[in-house]
């Protein structure tokens, strides 16, 4: 009596689970990179290798949070012209080093500069070293 087993392993390997798989992932990254907003522009802090001659008179500096500082004094941008007035009136050659994160929105740096154009200061942008 031959008694043949009905269960029989199957040598070959089926591909339709692994290309399941295979889509699901694709459509998943397809729609989550959609909702993803990317930065058109990527900007990198002004480098530079070369010194500048002039030597400042005052440091400007700006931080994260829009604060403003002339040295070390915190001052609002209401008396930011009013005091470099008072540091800057005596000076032939009056220069600002102007100090900003990386961070802080352009319109507070243009604030100082406008300060430094009415009032025909140097205004020299620090940088960070190459």
């Known amino acids: 009596m031959a008694l043949s087993s009905r269960n029989k392993v199957s040598v070959q390997f089926s591909m339709s689970g692994m290309t399941d798989i295979v889509f699901l992932l694709l459509i998943f990254f397809m729609i989550t990179?959609?909702?993803?907003?990317?930065?058109a522009l990527k900007l990198l802090l002004p480098q530079s290798k070369h010194q500048t001659v002039a030597n400042p008179i005052t440091t400007v500096s700006i931080t994260r949070d829009?604060?403003?500082y002339i040295e070390t004094k915190r001052v609002s941008i209401a008396q930011?012209?009013?005091e470099l007035y008072s540091r800057l009136k005596d000076e032939p050659e009056p220069t600002i080093s102007l100090h900003v994160d990386e961070n802080v929105p352009m319109k507070e740096v243009v604030?100082?500069?406008n300060i430094a154009k009415d009032n025909r200061y140097k205004l020299i942008l620090a940088t960070s070293p190459r």
């Open 66 to 68: 829009a604060q403003f």
């Open 33 to 39: 990179s959609t909702l993803i907003a990317p930065n």
């Open 111 to 113: 604030k100082v500069m």
């Open 80 to 82: 930011l012209e009013s």
